[in-house]
């Protein structure tokens, strides 16, 4: 499929929870409507790597260091005002909502997303499930403390996926259909 990005700018926003699908789901929406992919959540890890931490650790020190989101946030907030994006982050639909077109939040159940994350990142279930946790944690009092944001209201979404008993391909193109119709392509 061509660009969407003739005559307009626009700018999807995919939020989820850690190991929900919502890098799948972005990536796959950005190269089939032909627009640019950001992740906040490779923008953490490269910050992490470049720092010498494990996500983890970047998680903790963040924790305790507002600037280390603000930064990221900032970044997002630029890619927004670029348009033509999609957004993969987990707070770009709070932050974004009077930029973004179209906001999407994927979820799954904790057991499921333990399962996919241990499979994506060959790790036992058991360290898969106490990662998912202390990020989803962490996330929750920064967001916050830093922004007055509550990541479980779901109300500034305009599409909430659960997909926990979805297959990919099936969870895409409820997602995919849901996008083309609001963007009216």
Wanted: overall charge neutral; proline content about 3%; charged content about 30%.
């Amino acid at each position: 499929m061509s660009s969407i990005c003739d005559g307009r700018r626009p700018v999807i926003v995919v939020s989820g929870q850690p190991g929900s699908g919502k890098s799948t789901y972005a990536r796959r929406l950005a190269a089939e409507l032909g627009l640019r992919y950001y992740t906040t959540g490779q923008a953490f890890r490269s910050l992490a790597e470049r720092m010498g931490v494990s996500l983890m650790e970047l998680n903790r020190l963040a924790e305790r260091d507002p600037s280390i989101d603000l930064a990221i946030d900032a970044e997002s907030l630029n890619e927004a005002r670029r348009g033509c994006v999609v957004i993969d982050s987990h707070l770009a639909g709070w932050l974004l909502r009077d930029l973004a077109d179209v906001t999407i939040y994927v979820k799954a159940s904790l057991p499921e997303r333990t399962r996919r994350i241990a499979l994506r990142d060959s790790k036992p279930e058991s360290e898969a499930l106490f990662e998912a946790s202390q990020r989803e944690i962490s996330h929750w009092e920064r967001f916050a403390k830093y922004y007055g944001i509550d990541l479980r209201d779901l109300s500034s979404y305009d599409l909430v996926v659960d997909t926990t008993r979805m297959g990919i391909e099936e969870t895409y193109q409820v997602i995919l259909t849901f996008v083309k119709k609001a963007l009216s392509v």
